[in-house]
T-cell receptor, first 117, second 112 residues
Framework: DSGVTQTPKHLITATGQRVTLRCSPR?????VYWYQQSLDQGLQFLIQ???????AKGNILERFSAQQFPDLHSELNLSSLELGDSALYFC????????????????FGDGTRLSIL | EDQVTQSPEALRLQEGESSSLNCSYT??????LFWYRQDPGKGPEFLFT???AGEEKEKERLKATLTKKESFLHITAPKPEDSATYLC?????????????FGKGTKLTVNP
Protein backbone atom coordinates (compact mmCIF):
# COMPACT_ATOMS: atom_id res chain seq x y z
CA ASP A 1 0.00 0.00 0.00
CA SER A 2 1.58 3.26 -1.19
CA GLY A 3 -0.56 5.45 1.05
CA VAL A 4 -1.97 7.38 -1.93
CA THR A 5 -5.75 7.02 -2.20
CA GLN A 6 -7.71 7.57 -5.37
CA THR A 7 -11.47 7.54 -5.81
CA PRO A 8 -13.48 6.30 -7.54
CA LYS A 9 -11.74 3.15 -8.81
CA HIS A 10 -13.96 2.94 -11.86
CA LEU A 11 -16.01 5.54 -13.67
CA ILE A 12 -18.27 4.98 -16.66
CA THR A 13 -19.82 7.93 -18.41
CA ALA A 14 -20.82 9.24 -21.82
CA THR A 15 -19.25 11.60 -24.32
CA GLY A 16 -19.74 15.26 -23.53
CA GLN A 17 -20.02 14.70 -19.80
CA ARG A 18 -17.84 16.03 -16.97
CA VAL A 19 -16.23 14.00 -14.19
CA THR A 20 -14.09 14.67 -11.13
CA LEU A 21 -11.35 12.35 -9.93
CA ARG A 22 -10.07 12.62 -6.39
CA CYS A 23 -6.66 11.95 -4.84
CA SER A 24 -5.44 11.98 -1.26
CA PRO A 25 -1.64 12.04 -1.02
CA ARG A 26 0.50 10.14 1.46
CA UNK A 27 0.66 11.67 4.89
CA UNK A 28 3.31 14.37 4.87
CA UNK A 29 3.56 14.68 1.09
CA UNK A 30 2.96 18.17 -0.27
CA UNK A 31 3.23 17.48 -4.00
CA VAL A 32 0.56 15.80 -6.09
CA TYR A 33 1.10 14.71 -9.69
CA TRP A 34 -1.51 13.53 -12.18
CA TYR A 35 -0.76 11.06 -14.98
CA GLN A 36 -2.79 9.49 -17.78
CA GLN A 37 -2.03 5.91 -18.85
CA SER A 38 -3.36 4.55 -22.11
CA LEU A 39 -2.41 1.36 -23.92
CA ASP A 40 -0.60 3.08 -26.77
CA GLN A 41 0.93 6.09 -24.98
CA GLY A 42 2.07 4.70 -21.66
CA LEU A 43 2.16 6.98 -18.62
CA GLN A 44 1.93 10.65 -19.55
CA PHE A 45 2.48 13.45 -17.06
CA LEU A 46 -0.41 15.90 -16.88
CA ILE A 47 0.13 18.37 -14.05
CA GLN A 48 1.75 18.88 -10.65
CA UNK A 49 0.61 20.82 -7.60
CA UNK A 50 2.75 21.66 -4.62
CA UNK A 51 1.16 22.90 -1.39
CA UNK A 52 -1.86 24.24 -3.24
CA UNK A 53 -0.02 25.93 -6.12
CA UNK A 54 0.38 24.69 -9.68
CA UNK A 55 4.03 23.74 -10.12
CA ALA A 56 4.42 22.12 -13.53
CA LYS A 57 2.31 21.33 -16.56
CA GLY A 58 2.68 18.49 -18.99
CA ASN A 59 0.45 17.24 -21.77
CA ILE A 60 -2.78 18.37 -20.18
CA LEU A 61 -5.68 19.28 -22.46
CA GLU A 62 -7.54 22.57 -22.02
CA ARG A 63 -10.68 20.53 -21.24
CA PHE A 64 -8.89 19.19 -18.17
CA SER A 65 -8.13 21.11 -15.00
CA ALA A 66 -6.91 20.32 -11.52
CA GLN A 67 -6.61 21.88 -8.12
CA GLN A 68 -5.12 21.10 -4.73
CA PHE A 69 -7.03 22.03 -1.62
CA PRO A 70 -5.77 23.29 1.77
CA ASP A 71 -5.96 19.75 3.19
CA LEU A 72 -3.66 18.75 0.28
CA HIS A 73 -6.10 16.46 -1.48
CA SER A 74 -6.37 17.08 -5.19
CA GLU A 75 -9.06 16.81 -7.82
CA LEU A 76 -8.72 16.36 -11.56
CA ASN A 77 -11.68 17.66 -13.54
CA LEU A 78 -12.29 16.32 -17.04
CA SER A 79 -14.97 18.00 -19.15
CA SER A 80 -16.51 17.61 -22.62
CA LEU A 81 -15.34 14.04 -22.52
CA GLU A 82 -14.40 12.27 -25.73
CA LEU A 83 -13.97 8.57 -26.46
CA GLY A 84 -10.21 9.07 -26.55
CA ASP A 85 -10.20 10.19 -22.92
CA SER A 86 -10.85 6.61 -21.84
CA ALA A 87 -7.76 5.67 -19.84
CA LEU A 88 -6.34 5.02 -16.42
CA TYR A 89 -5.68 8.19 -14.45
CA PHE A 90 -3.05 7.98 -11.74
CA CYS A 91 -2.18 10.31 -8.95
CA UNK A 92 1.25 10.30 -7.34
CA UNK A 93 2.65 12.20 -4.39
CA UNK A 94 6.04 13.16 -3.05
CA UNK A 95 7.41 15.08 -0.12
CA UNK A 96 8.96 18.08 -1.80
CA UNK A 97 8.24 20.39 -4.71
CA UNK A 98 10.43 18.47 -7.09
CA UNK A 99 13.45 19.86 -8.82
CA UNK A 100 17.11 19.49 -8.09
CA UNK A 101 16.72 19.59 -4.30
CA UNK A 102 14.34 16.65 -4.23
CA UNK A 103 15.64 13.12 -3.80
CA UNK A 104 12.31 11.57 -3.01
CA UNK A 105 10.53 9.27 -5.47
CA UNK A 106 6.92 9.70 -6.45
CA UNK A 107 4.52 7.16 -4.96
CA PHE A 108 1.46 6.20 -6.96
CA GLY A 109 -2.12 5.39 -6.13
CA ASP A 110 -3.98 2.54 -7.82
CA GLY A 111 -5.70 4.81 -10.29
CA THR A 112 -9.17 5.57 -11.60
CA ARG A 113 -10.25 3.68 -14.70
CA LEU A 114 -12.35 6.02 -16.84
CA SER A 115 -14.50 4.51 -19.57
CA ILE A 116 -16.33 6.75 -22.03
CA LEU A 117 -19.24 5.13 -23.84
CA GLU B 1 12.74 15.80 -27.09
CA ASP B 2 12.93 13.58 -24.03
CA GLN B 3 12.69 9.92 -24.86
CA VAL B 4 12.72 6.73 -22.85
CA THR B 5 12.76 3.42 -24.71
CA GLN B 6 12.37 0.08 -23.01
CA SER B 7 13.19 -3.28 -24.50
CA PRO B 8 12.01 -5.89 -24.97
CA GLU B 9 8.30 -5.02 -24.90
CA ALA B 10 7.55 -8.45 -23.48
CA LEU B 11 9.70 -11.20 -22.01
CA ARG B 12 8.81 -14.74 -21.03
CA LEU B 13 11.15 -16.61 -18.70
CA GLN B 14 11.13 -19.93 -16.99
CA GLU B 15 11.43 -19.85 -13.22
CA GLY B 16 15.13 -19.58 -12.37
CA GLU B 17 16.11 -18.26 -15.81
CA SER B 18 17.99 -14.97 -15.27
CA SER B 19 17.74 -12.08 -17.73
CA SER B 20 17.96 -8.30 -18.12
CA LEU B 21 15.58 -5.54 -19.12
CA ASN B 22 16.89 -2.46 -20.89
CA CYS B 23 15.97 1.21 -20.60
CA SER B 24 17.70 3.68 -22.90
CA TYR B 25 17.10 7.40 -22.61
CA THR B 26 17.80 10.78 -24.10
CA UNK B 27 16.95 13.65 -21.80
CA UNK B 28 18.47 16.98 -20.88
CA UNK B 29 18.69 17.93 -17.24
CA UNK B 30 18.52 14.34 -15.97
CA UNK B 31 18.12 14.19 -12.22
CA UNK B 32 17.57 10.54 -11.60
CA LEU B 33 16.34 7.37 -13.24
CA PHE B 34 13.60 5.36 -11.59
CA TRP B 35 12.39 1.79 -11.88
CA TYR B 36 8.83 0.91 -11.00
CA ARG B 37 6.90 -2.36 -11.00
CA GLN B 38 3.26 -2.35 -12.06
CA ASP B 39 0.87 -5.21 -11.45
CA PRO B 40 -2.43 -5.46 -13.39
CA GLY B 41 -5.05 -3.10 -11.97
CA LYS B 42 -2.52 -1.41 -9.69
CA GLY B 43 -0.45 1.73 -9.71
CA PRO B 44 3.31 1.70 -10.28
CA GLU B 45 5.26 0.58 -7.22
CA PHE B 46 8.62 2.27 -6.63
CA LEU B 47 11.66 -0.01 -6.81
CA PHE B 48 14.87 1.98 -7.30
CA THR B 49 16.36 5.40 -7.93
CA UNK B 50 19.71 5.75 -9.69
CA UNK B 51 21.49 9.09 -9.99
CA UNK B 52 24.90 8.66 -11.55
CA ALA B 53 26.64 6.43 -14.07
CA GLY B 54 28.13 3.38 -12.41
CA GLU B 55 25.59 3.34 -9.61
CA GLU B 56 23.95 0.02 -8.71
CA LYS B 57 21.02 -0.81 -6.43
CA GLU B 58 19.79 -4.23 -5.34
CA LYS B 59 16.59 -5.58 -3.85
CA GLU B 60 16.02 -9.30 -3.49
CA ARG B 61 16.33 -10.80 -7.00
CA LEU B 62 16.52 -7.42 -8.74
CA LYS B 63 19.58 -5.31 -9.48
CA ALA B 64 19.47 -2.00 -11.33
CA THR B 65 22.49 -0.41 -13.00
CA LEU B 66 23.01 2.90 -14.77
CA THR B 67 25.29 4.15 -17.53
CA LYS B 68 25.27 7.53 -19.24
CA LYS B 69 22.74 6.40 -21.83
CA GLU B 70 20.91 3.41 -20.41
CA SER B 71 19.89 1.42 -17.41
CA PHE B 72 19.50 -2.30 -16.92
CA LEU B 73 17.26 -4.18 -14.56
CA HIS B 74 18.81 -7.58 -13.95
CA ILE B 75 16.55 -10.32 -12.65
CA THR B 76 18.37 -13.25 -11.06
CA ALA B 77 16.62 -16.62 -10.68
CA PRO B 78 13.14 -15.09 -11.12
CA LYS B 79 10.02 -16.54 -9.54
CA PRO B 80 6.44 -16.44 -10.86
CA GLU B 81 5.65 -13.64 -8.40
CA ASP B 82 8.13 -11.43 -10.27
CA SER B 83 5.69 -11.38 -13.19
CA ALA B 84 4.66 -7.75 -13.75
CA THR B 85 5.26 -4.82 -16.06
CA TYR B 86 8.50 -3.01 -15.24
CA LEU B 87 8.56 0.70 -15.98
CA CYS B 88 11.56 2.94 -16.32
CA UNK B 89 11.27 6.70 -15.88
CA UNK B 90 13.69 9.61 -16.01
CA UNK B 91 13.27 12.71 -13.92
CA UNK B 92 13.66 15.89 -15.88
CA UNK B 93 14.21 19.03 -13.86
CA UNK B 94 13.35 22.42 -15.26
CA UNK B 95 12.90 25.71 -13.47
CA UNK B 96 12.54 24.23 -10.00
CA UNK B 97 9.90 21.71 -10.99
CA UNK B 98 10.19 18.17 -12.21
CA UNK B 99 8.40 15.68 -14.34
CA UNK B 100 8.86 11.98 -14.88
CA UNK B 101 9.12 10.74 -18.45
CA PHE B 102 8.15 7.08 -18.61
CA GLY B 103 8.97 4.33 -21.04
CA LYS B 104 6.18 2.04 -22.20
CA GLY B 105 7.40 -0.80 -20.02
CA THR B 106 8.51 -4.40 -20.32
CA LYS B 107 5.89 -7.01 -19.51
CA LEU B 108 7.65 -9.87 -17.74
CA THR B 109 6.05 -13.29 -17.41
CA VAL B 110 7.78 -15.94 -15.33
CA ASN B 111 6.45 -19.44 -15.82
CA PRO B 112 6.75 -22.05 -13.05
Amino acid sequence: DSGVTQTPKHLITATGQRVTLRCSPRSGDLSVYWYQQSLDQGLQFLIQYYNGEERAKGNILERFSAQQFPDLHSELNLSSLELGDSALYFCASSVGPGGSLSNQPQHFGDGTRLSIL
Amino acid sequence: EDQVTQSPEALRLQEGESSSLNCSYTVSGLRGLFWYRQDPGKGPEFLFTLYSAGEEKEKERLKATLTKKESFLHITAPKPEDSATYLCAVRRVQGGSEKLVFGKGTKLTVNP
